[in-house]
């Protein structure tokens, strides 16, 4: 079992950066594929981008590849999304998920652990 916090979240304006850290508790962090998702309200909670175990593969999805970049630290259990060119669409909740013994998830059902979410609000 494993346990998520997420934090940097915040007010940016259009254009600016924020980098979200998700400090995961347990030891075995480093043997989970790890996501990131959103939630805006009225919608449903979206993927962004996924890392394998090592930290070697990651996929993004369309909305955010080449702005967003997930990366991971196994030796402080800490997950980060470092998010560039922000825009006021990107305005949600984002939330780390963790996920075991899944090939490639991609779906918010496929991810076993989720954190408390962190708000980002980007301002035109």
């Known amino acids: 079992q494993v346990q998520l916090v997420e934090s940097g979240g915040g007010l940016v304006q259009a254009g600016g950066s924020l980098r979200l850290s998700c400090a995961a508790s347990g030891r075995t962090f480093h043997t989970y594929t790890m996501g990131w998702f959103r939630q805006a309200p009225g919608n449903e909670r979206e993927f962004l981008a996924r890392i394998n175990w090592s930290g070697v593969s990651t996929y993004y999805a369309d909305s955010v590849e080449g702005r967003f970049t997930i990366s991971r630290d196994n030796a402080k259990r800490t997950l980060y999304l470092q998010m560039n060119g922000l825009k006021p669409e990107d305005t949600a909740v984002y939330y780390c998920?963790?996920?075991?013994?899944?090939?490639?998830?991609?779906?918010?059902?496929?991810?076993?652990?989720w954190g408390q979410g962190t708000q980002v609000t980007v301002s035109s």
């Open positions: 998920g963790a996920s075991s013994g899944r090939y490639l998830p991609t779906l918010a059902g496929e991810y076993d652990y």
